[in-house]
């Protein structure tokens, strides 16, 4: 903390160590290192790596010490080299990767077939739940698209008997699938 009162103006100190002045690079780094660490860390899970990926950031700083005008905030300029140094880092370990829009459509498309899919499975069993009758009926119906004319003559039941177990079927359906949403959402 001595240290950053004593260079509330830094323009001497980096001149030190542009020059090559190994007192100024260490004041320097004393000063910066705690705030570069945490940036880096902010990046780099890995403690040792964030450590070594500030310590390469500052061996730059040092290195390109002339090339910084003094426009804007010094911390600024360093911070830049150290947000750049780790993203090189994150590069380097092959951790930065970034999904092109086709390949997020097809994840999409992908996660949306899984749950369809799902879906299906579980509205075949409770279809599959249904007595035979009821289940018929409205897989004739509401699977097959035969007309209750149709389903009648095929099961050779009445009309009106074909329309009361699709209606049944229908009811004894809503309810499952109310019972399986209370469950699934926890609802109240």
Known sequence: ??????HKNYKTLIAKA????????QELFELFAP?????CRQYVKNNDVAEEVMLTGFL??????ESYKAEGSFEGWIRRIMVNESISQLRRDKKLFFKDETEIENSLEHVAYIESEL???EI???IDSLPDGYKTVFVLYAVEGYKHGEIAELLQISESTSKS?????RKMLQAKVNKENTISYGTH
């Open 35 to 39: 705030k570069m660490l945490s940036i």
């Open 119 to 121: 879906e299906v499975e």
């Open 1 to 6: 903390m001595k240290l950053i009162s004593l």
């Open 124 to 126: 075949q069993k409770m």
């Open 18 to 25: 542009a020059k090559g002045n190994r007192r100024g690079q």
């Open 60 to 65: 730059k700083v040092f290195t390109h010490l």
């Open 165 to 169: 177990q699709l209606f049944k079927a």
